[in-house]
């Protein structure tokens, strides 16, 4: 008996420029996905009760900035290499 919480990290892209990538990271609570981040949306979004107070807790204040400069530091930094091994694999 306990509680399962887990966060994943993606990046969508379809080329190497910083307009056509998105960073998106998801908040998870037993399977149940309750909170994330879109650079797309440029904000948090819940999805549960929880969800929706942590995210706006978390669009006041710095999280919401971090968030915004995550996809330039993990994205956009690392989507030319994984762009050029996607073409070479496929």
């Not at 981040?37 to 999280?63: C, H, I, M, Q």
């Amino acid at each position: 008996d306990g509680f399962l919480s887990s966060v994943t990290t993606t990046c969508l892209f379809n080329s190497t420029k910083a307009d056509d990538i998105a960073y998106i990271q998801s908040y998870y609570l037993n399977k149940l996905k309750f909170i994330s981040f879109d650079s797309r949306v440029g904000k948090f979004v819940g999805y549960t009760e929880l969800g929706v107070s942590n995210a706006k807790r978390w669009n006041e204040g710095p999280e919401v900035t971090q968030s915004r400069n995550e996809k330039e530091r993990y994205c956009v930094r690392n989507v030319g290499l994984d762009y050029r091994t996607g073409l070479a694999k496929s």
